[in-house]
């Protein structure tokens, strides 16, 4: 099959293919890319709007090119949706798959995000995505974005710092990375919680969950009921369409 994953910011070697490549299966041909219209980051509401129209774009392009599933690189989400519309091919959002395996795994579960002002944004997903009963908390590591990959022995260890507090104070009993630029830190990240006792608390990395999600809905031959995300009528719209 073919995969590709869209990252919805402009920033140049923020990903690539090749991050991902072990995560996929053997017969799967993955293929990556960036917006070249919106944010460097995403931290806020204001970068996913201004993500989303070449984030659609993209996923357009994506099945235009033959490409069987589509997944939008980053924990907001953006232009998943009207993605879903524009295609008839699987479009998954790394938040969605993330929050759904979550609710499998436990009763509860907390998103580690980036920056104190996404905590209620996260909340709002869970609400959303219908797991609003099932999310514990939100918590910050404030670090942002575009810092993540500068000292990961830091960001880890505040990964594992909150983590804990997730568990101890708002009864988490699953966490989910609240932003795929700290993808890879899973194992290292349960390590440090098994060696303080939690050692039966799974992480998720949420853009592994989305890629393994977009495989299996290939295999599946299903993809976004067009009921719930019926093809937009023709009009004239601008030109990123």
């Not at 509401?45 to 984030?55: F, H, K, Q, S, V």
């Not at 989400?77 to 008839?88: I, L, M, Q």
């Not at 920056?115 to 908390?137: I, N, P, Q, T």
Request: hydrophobic share 45%; with cysteine.
């Amino acid at each position: 099959m073919k995969l590709r994953v869209v990252t919805p910011i402009t920033t140049v070697g923020f990903a690539c293919a090749e991050q991902f490549a072990p995560y996929v299966r053997t017969d799967t041909e993955l293929s990556h890319v960036a917006i070249e219209r919106g944010p460097a980051s995403i931290e806020c509401a204001l970068d996913e709007a201004l993500a989303t129209p070449d984030t659609v774009a993209k996923i357009v392009e994506a099945e235009r090119d033959g490409v069987d599933a589509v997944v939008v690189n980053c924990m907001g989400d953006p232009g998943v949706e009207p993605g879903r519309e524009a295609v008839s091919i699987p479009v998954v959002g790394p938040c969605e798959a993330a929050m759904h395996l979550a609710s499998m795994l436990g009763h509860s579960f907390s998103v580690l995000t980036v920056l104190e002002r996404l905590r209620h944004r996260v909340e709002e997903r869970a609400r959303r995505y219908g797991v609003r009963d099932k999310f514990a908390s939100a918590r910050a590591v404030n670090i942002p974005v575009l810092e993540l990959d500068g000292d990961r022995p830091a960001m880890i260890a505040a990964l594992v710092e909150q983590g804990m507090r997730a568990i101890e104070e708002d009864d988490a009993h699953v966490l989910i990375f609240g932003c795929t630029g700290m993808f890879g830190a899973a194992e290292q990240m349960q390590a440090g919680l098994a060696a303080r006792g939690y050692g039966g608390v799974p992480v998720i990395d949420p853009i592994v969950a989305a890629i393994r999600l977009a495989e299996t809905l290939v295999d599946l031959h299903l993809s976004p009921s067009k009921r719930t995300y019926p093809a937009p009528p023709t009009k004239a719209r601008c030109s990123s369409e």
